[in-house]
C-alpha cells in the first residue's frame, strides 16, 4: 500500500466512553474509563465484572439521524447494527460525502456475534419452553431474523443506497482490522473509490459466559501490560471509517483526517485461543504491515497495542514488539481499559484511537498501568503524550485462532510540526 | 484476474469426496432423503433433508487432531484435505506464509454455538463449557484448516448470508492478484442442524411434507423449500503455478448492483462470446422463483443470446453453502467435459441439457434477496 495510501475522510464511534469522536478524546484525555456495571440484560455475573457497555439509547440515537430506513425496520435491527448505524452516520457525516457519490461505494464490516443479544433471547424463551413443557410458539422469531452479520452490512447498504462491494469479514477479535484492511485493498486496486469499513459487536451472554469459562475475565477490570493483569474485560461498541482513493478525496476537496498506509495479517497456526509463545505471528503482521506501507520499524511513532490484558497476550504482543522495534524503542499503549474488548470493533475502534493521534499529535495513556510487565521492557505511555513528530503509527488486532491483522496509518503530508 | 483452480474437495449429501460427488451428479442422483430431526422440547419430525454424508478423515487427517472438530469443522477440512489431495499438493512443502484460507460460511458452528449456550442454561452462568465457546467463533473453520495443515498466510472468513462462499471467492482472487499469497484454500460450509430445521418450519421455510422426499425442484419450486447442509472447497492458485490445473476463473465481482449490471461490468466482450452455459443459484423457494426468472431473462438480453442456466440443488440441496458446491459441479463439468443434467423433484431433466456441447466457459450468477449479487466465469484450463 506505501505507493498508494488510502484517505481517511469520516471517522464514527460508538463505544463505552460515549457516541462520538468528541466523547472519546475527553475520555483519553481525562483518563476516564466508560467501564461500568453490565444492566443490558441480566447475568449471574454481572455483579463480578465490570463490561464496556454503551450506556446510550441507540434507537433514538440512530432515529434522529436516519436517512431512508424506517421506523418499521429499526425496530427489527439487532444492537450490533444500531452500533454500526450510529457509527457511520458520523463517519459519513463527517465526509462530507453527498449521496451521489456514496452511491457506488461498498460497505466492509468485521463482526463476531453479529445480532447474538436477539437471536439468544429468543432461544433462551425457546429452550425455558421446552424445559418447562410449554408449547413453542412464534412471537419474538424476528429476533433470530437479524442474527446473521451481513445484517448490519445490508442495512448500511440499504440506508445509503450503497451498490459496491459489501460483505462482513469474521475473523474473531480481528475482524474489525481486518474488514478495514480489506476495504482498502480495493480502493487502491482501483475497485472502488469509497468503502464505508469498520467493525461492530454488542455485548452478549455468549460471549460474557464464554470469555469467563476460559478464565480470561478479570473482576478489576484490564490492566494491561501491568505485571499483576489478570484479565480482559468484555466490552460493546462500534467503530466505522469512511475511506477514499487520494484522487477521490482531493478531488472534492474533503479535508483528509489520516492516511491508511499498510495492511498486514497472518495466522498463528498454533492453538485456537493462545497465541504463539514467541509472538511469532504478531510478528509477522507487523512486519508485512510495514513492509506494504513501504515503512521501516524506526519510522514508527506509536503503537496501539491489541493489549487485551489477559496474561498471554500482553506478555507474547510485548516480545513481538520488542522484537521488531527494539525494547523500548516505540511508545506503546493498549486502550482496553477505556472501552473493554470490544471484540470485531475492537480494532475499528482502535483505528479512531489511532487517526485521533496522528491529528493531535497525543498518544492515549496505557489506563490502568501500575508496575509494568517483566517480560519485555516496553515504552508504555503512561499519561497521554505529546508527539510533535509523530507521523506513522500501527494498530495490532489479534483474534482467536492466532488470527492477526495489523494497520498502519500515518499523516497525510507536510512536515511533522 | 486469471487464477487457476488445481483440485476441490466436498463432503454433501451426493457424496462425501469428489469422485462419488461427481458420480452422483453425472447419474442423476438425489442426495436427499427422509431424516429425523428432534426439535426443542422434544418434539420429532421426519422430514426431507439433503444432509452431508459423513465425512472420512482416515489417513487425510491426524486423530488428535480430529477430536477437537465438530461436525461442519471436519466436513470442512477434509474438504480441504480432499482439495489438496487432488491438487497433488503435499502440505508440507507449501511456504506456510504464502498459503492461506479464505472461507465462507452464514452460520457458522450451529451445533456448537447450541451446545454452548445450553451448558450454561442448564449449569449456570458460571459452568459454560469453554471448549464449546472457542469452537464457536465463525472463523474456526477456517482456523482448524490452518491449524491441520501449518499454514500461516492470510485466514479469512466471509459471511454474506447465501453468498458466503462467493464471497470469500472473490476476495481470494483478489488476495491471489495483490500477490499476497500464491496457494490459497477457498471453500464454504454450513450445517443443518434440527435447530436451523426447527426454526425454517416455524417460519415456513422448509419443507416438512415426507412426500418431497425426492428433493427440490428449482425449476418449478414450491414453497417451502427442502434445506442441505455441506462443505466444499477448491484450491486456488496463482495462474503461473506449475499444477496441472482443472479450470480457470477469468472473472469475479460481487455487489448490490440491480439485476445484470454486475455481469455486464464482469463480462468483456470476448467473455461474452466464449460462454456457453450458465449456472445460477435457484433454489427450492417458490417464492424467490420470480425474482430469479426475472434476473435470468435479464442475462439473456445481456449477452444477446438464450443461454441455457442450469443449477444442481435439486441433486445436493439448498443450503447457504450450496454456492461452494456448485462451484466444485462447474469445474467438474469443465475438467470432465460434461454437462450434468440437472435433478428436479428427483427427475432427472436431460431436456435442459438437450443438444449442449461440453461447456467451455461457465457464468455463474448468484442473487440474494438481500440485494447483494456476484457473478464469476470459469473456462477451460
Given at each position: 500500500m506505501g505507493s498508494t495510501p488510502v484517505a481517511i475522510t469520516g471517522l464514527g464511534l460508538v463505544s463505552a466512553v460515549g457516541a462520538s469522536v468528541t466523547a472519546l478524546r475527553a475520555a483519553l484525555d481525562r483518563g476516564q474509563s466508560g467501564l461500568r456495571r453490565l444492566t443490558l440484560f441480566e447475568s449471574e455475573l454481572a455483579s463480578e465484572f465490570p463490561v464496556g457497555q454503551y450506556d446510550g439509547d441507540l434507537v433514538a440515537d440512530f432515529a434522529s439521524v436516519r436517512r431512508k430506513l424506517g421506523a418499521r425496520e429499526i425496530k427489527r435491527l439487532s444492537r450490533s447494527d444500531l452500533l454500526a448505524l450510529c457509527a457511520t452516520a458520523q463517519a459519513v457525516n463527517q465526509s462530507g460525502l453527498a449521496d451521489a457519490a456514496l452511491s457506488p461505494a461498498g460497505v466492509y464490516l468485521g463482526h463476531s456475534v453479529c445480532g447474538t443479544n436477539r437471536s439468544e433471547a429468543y432461544y433462551i424463551d425457546c429452550f425455558r419452553r421446552a424445559q418447562d413443557g410449554r408449547e413453542q410458539t412464534r412471537a419474538g422469531i424476528a429476533n433470530l431474523m437479524v442474527h446473521e452479520a451481513a445484517q448490519s452490512v445490508d442495512a448500511i447498504a440499504r440506508e445509503y443506497g450503497l451498490c459496491g462491494p459489501s460483505t462482513s469479514l469474521m475473523t474473531a477479535c480481528s475482524s474489525g482490522a481486518n474488514a478495514i484492511g480489506r476495504a482498502a485493498w480495493l480502493i487502491r486496486q482501483g475497485r472502488a473509490d469509497v468503502m464505508i469499513a469498520g467493525g461492530t459487536d454488542s455485548l452478549s451472554r455468549i460471549t460474557l459466559n464464554g470469555f469467563n469459562a476460559l478464565q480470561l475475565v478479570a473482576s478489576d477490570g484490564p490492566r494491561p501490560f501491568d505485571a499483576e493483569r489478570k484479565g480482559m474485560t468484555v466490552g460493546e461498541g462500534a467503530g466505522v471509517l469512511v475511506l477514499e482513493s487520494l484522487d477521490h478525496a482531493r478531488k472534492r476537496g474533503a479535508k483528509i483526517l489520516a492516511l491508511l498506509s499498510g495492511y498486514g495479517h497472518s495466522c498463528d497456526a498454533h492453538h485456537l485461543t493462545a497465541p504463539h509463545p514467541q509472538g511469532a505471528g504478531a510478528f509477522a503482521a507487523m512486519k508485512s504491515a510495514l513492509i506494504d506501507a513501504a515503512l521501516q520499524p524506526g519510522d514508527i511513532g506509536y503503537v496501539s497495542a491489541?493489549?487485551?490484558?489477559t496474561p498471554d497476550n500482553d506478555k507474547t504482543e510485548a516480545l513481538a514488539v520488542s522484537r521488531l522495534f527494539g525494547e523500548g524503542a516505540v511508545p506503546v499503549s493498549s486502550t482496553m481499559r477505556f472501552f473493554g474488548h470490544a471484540l470485531a470493533a475492537s480494532g475499528a475502534i482502535k483505528a479512531v484511537v489511532c487517526v485521533d493521534a496522528i491529528q493531535r499529535r497525543t498518544l492515549p495513556q496505557n489506563l490502568g498501568l501500575r508496575t509494568p510487565l517483566t517480560e519485555s521492557r516496553l515504552d508504555l505511555v503512561r499519561e497521554p503524550r505529546a508527539a510533535a513528530n509523530l507521523r506513522h503509527v500501527i494498530s495490532n488486532s489479534f483474534g482467536f485462532g492466532g488470527n492477526n491483522a495489523v494497520l498502519v496509518f500515518s499523516r497525510e503530508s507536510g512536515p511533522a510540526a | 484476474m486469471a487464477a487457476i483452480i488445481t483440485g476441490v474437495g466436498v463432503v454433501s449429501s451426493l457424496g462425501a469426496d469428489p469422485v462419488s460427488f461427481a458420480k452422483g451428479l453425472r447419474g442423476g442422483r438425489s442426495g436427499c432423503a427422509l431424516h429425523d430431526f428432534e426439535y426443542l422440547g422434544g418434539r420429532k419430525v421426519s422430514a426431507p433433508a439433503y444432509l452431508a454424508m459423513p465425512a472420512d478423515a482416515k489417513g487425510l487427517i491426524d486423530p488428535k487432531k480430529l477430536r477437537r472438530m465438530d461436525r461442519l469443522s471436519r466436513m470442512c477440512a477434509v474438504s480441504a484435505r480432499q482439495a489438496l489431495a487432488m491438487a497433488g499438493i503435499d502440505a508440507s512443502t507449501l511456504n506456510p506464509a504464502r498459503t492461506g484460507v479464505v472461507f465462507g460460511t452464514a452460520f457458522g458452528a450451529m451445533a456448537t454455538t447450541q451446545a454452548f449456550v445450553d451448558s450454561w442454561l442448564k449449569q449456570g452462568?458460571?459452568?459454560?463449557?469453554p471448549l464449546n465457546f472457542m469452537n464457536s467463533v465463525h472463523g474456526i473453520m477456517a482456523s482448524l484448516i490452518a491449524l491441520d495443515l501449518g499454514i500461516t498466510g492470510v485466514n479469512l472468513t466471509l459471511s454474506q448470508r447465501d453468498l458466503s462462499f462467493e464471497g470469500a471467492l472473490v476476495t481470494a482472487l483478489e488476495i491471489l492478484e495483490s500477490g499476497e499469497a500464491d496457494t490459497l484454500i477457498v471453500g464454504a460450509g454450513d450445517e443443518l442442524t434440527p435447530l436451523l430445521h426447527d426454526f425454517g418450519a416455524r417460519v415456513h421455510y422448509v419443507n416438512l411434507d415426507a412426500a418431497n422426499a425426492r428433493g427440490l425442484d428449482p425449476f418449478a419450486p414450491t414453497d417451502p423449500t427442502v434445506p442441505g447442509d455441506g462443505a466444499a472447497v477448491i484450491v486456488l492458485e496463482r495462474a503461473d503455478s506449475k499444477r496441472k490445473p482443472l479450470a480457470k476463473f477469468e472473472a469475479a465481482a460481487m455487489g448490490r448492483l440491480g439485476k445484470t449490471d454486475l455481469a455486464a461490468k464482469l463480462l468483456s466482450s470476448d467473455l461474452r462470446s466464449i460462454i456457453s452455459l450458465a449456472t445460477t443459484n435457484r433454489g427450492g423457494s417458490k417464492r424467490a422463483a420470480a425474482h430469479f426468472a426475472r434476473r435470468e431473462n435479464a442475462l439473456d438480453g445481456l449477452l444477446g443470446r438464450e443461454l441455457v442456466k442450469l443449477t444442481h440443488r435439486g441433486n445436493f440441496g439448498d443450503s447457504p453453502s450450496a454456492g461452494a458446491l456448485q462451484c466444485v459441479a462447474n469445474v467438474l463439468m469443465l475438467s470432465g467435459g460434461e454437462v450434468f443434467a440437472p435433478l428436479a423433484a428427483g427427475e432427472i431433466r436431460r431436456d435442459l441439457v438437450a443438444g449442449v456441447a461440453a461447456p467451455t466457459a461457465i457464468l455463474h450468477d448468484a442473487a440474494s434477496v438481500s440485494g447483494t449479487h456476484a457473478a464469476y466465469v470459469l473456462t477451460q484450463a
Open positions: 491489541h493489549g487485551t490484558s | 452462568e458460571r459452568h459454560a463449557s
